[in-house]
């Protein structure tokens, strides 16, 4: 599926679909909206509610990257989607800056009461930086930061390419791919734009043509080759206090006297259009008018005054959305399956609302329908892969192994999958 005529000259060759790239599923055209800071108005939600009504299948997916996207795009329907989509101000001012608006805060940043600084001013600039210099439009679709300003509702387990880390003396900098991927030095403050400026200079300066992300240039060329001349300070010995994805659900306090964020999370990630319309209208009414995406497939929606909370996550839980961290289908993430995609050996989504029924407490389980693992970047606890319809590979994470970790069971059943996650650590 094209897109529209006013993408022409922003398009590239990519399998990576976007505001002004439509490619093709088995269930239609996707489009997918980056949104800065995963942030979202009401009024935004509601041109993408419609648009997916008029012109896709108004059924909605929340991706890992606290992006939206929308599925079952008609090939007569594209231009006026877009259009719509781009009169709500979803897109940037640039169009060839589309691809490249890859950053990912907390949903939490500046309520958190954790945090050590409110970095949502400097996301502003790192976006602006992204958008504005054009020799940036280089970089892959999937080439990603992540600003991390202490929260304790952080992805800190999601790798990105590079990732900057707030601590009191300025940033701690970070690359995916070096050792532990953890800080290899401090960016002062002051100096984030023009440091991040220069080191995705560098890294495109270095790269070739097949490395597009951050662990294959690392590959091949050292670190302290890419951060020559960056004028990084040592780290001060300040650890990073833990992350608590679990407020990713329910209701919490911000720092902000008497106001909670709540969070909730729509079964496997996927939303119905009229449900994004609902809940926008309840953020206007209970809230500040924004939803703020999650890294967790789930919406956040902040400044509930401490009094209508009740209220709010019993409207959530009217639309089918999980505000409980320990209910099963907060604890389960699969991809679009077979039914939405080529590739998916599976119906993935199908077998985790079944394999939800019968899923142990605490246990936390990926499905993925190939070994792409396009619903979750990173490790899950436990991974069923998908090798035939309805089987499945079982794997347990293992930080020394590629890809979902250890395989520990074969071709599994998914009556066969649940009896092995029942069993207790030392059974497995």
Not at 71 to 99: H, K, T, W
Not at 118 to 130: E, F, N, Q, S
Not at 298 to 313: I, M, R, S, T, Y
Request: aromatic content about 2%; charged content about 20%.
């Amino acid at each position: 599926m094209n897109p529209p005529s006013s993408s022409a000259t922003v398009s590239r060759p990519s399998a990576c679909p976007g505001l002004l790239r439509i490619v093709p599923a088995r269930d239609g055209g996707l489009c997918r909206v980056k949104l800065p800071g995963g942030r979202l108005t009401a009024v935004q939600a509601r041109a993408i509610a419609t648009a997916s009504e008029l012109w896709a299948s108004g059924v909605l997916e929340l991706t890992n990257r606290a992006n939206l996207q929308l599925r079952g795009v008609r090939p007569e329907g594209a231009e006026a989607l877009v259009a719509e989509l781009q009169g709500a101000g979803l897109g940037p001012a640039d169009p060839a800056a589309d691809d490249v608006r890859n950053l990912l805060l907390s949903p939490a940043a500046g309520r958190d009461p954790q945090q050590v600084r409110d970095v949502r001013p400097l996301a502003t600039d790192l976006l602006a930086l992204l958008e504005g210099d054009r020799r940036l439009h280089g970089l892959s679709p999937k080439f990603a930061l992540q600003l991390d300003g202490g929260e304790a509702l952080a992805r800190l387990d999601h790798p990105h390419d590079v990732w900057l880390s707030a601590c009191p003396e300025g940033y701690a900098l970070g690359l995916a791919g070096t050792p532990l991927d953890g800080p290899l030095g401090l960016i002062p403050l002051g100096r984030e734009v023009a440091t991040m400026a220069l080191l995705l200079h560098r890294f495109l300066d270095l790269a070739n043509s097949e490395q597009h992300r951050m662990r294959q240039l690392l590959a091949q060329h050292p670190a302290e080759e890419l951060l020559a001349g960056l004028d990084l300070l040592p780290v001060p010995p300040s650890p990073r206090v833990p992350a608590a994805t679990a407020q990713r659900l329910g209701s919490h306090p911000q720092r902000q006297a008497g106001f909670h964020w709540i969070g909730a999370q729509p079964a496997l990630g996927r939303l119905p259009a009229t449900s994004l319309a609902r809940v926008a209208d309840l953020a206007e009414r209970l809230g500040n008018g924004e939803l703020h995406l999650t890294p967790w497939q789930g919406l956040l929606l902040p400044d509930v005054p401490v009094d209508q909370a009740p209220e709010l996550l019993t409207a959530l839980a009217s639309l089918d959305l999980t505000t409980d961290p320990v209910a099963p289908l907060a604890r389960l993430i699969a991809c679009t399956g077979s039914s939405g995609c080529a590739k998916g050996q599976a119906d993935t989504k199908g077998d985790a609302l079944r394999l939800a029924e019968r899923l142990p407490a605490d246990v936390e389980v990926h499905l993925s329908g190939c070994p792409r693992s396009c619903a979750l970047a990173g490790q899950a606890p436990h991974t069923l892969l998908a090798v035939a319809p309805g089987r499945y590979d079982l794997f347990v994470r293992d930080a020394t192994q590629p890809g979902p970790g250890q395989r520990r069971a074969t071709h599994l059943s998914l009556d066969e999958a649940a009896a092995w996650l029942a069993r207790s650590p030392s059974d497995a």
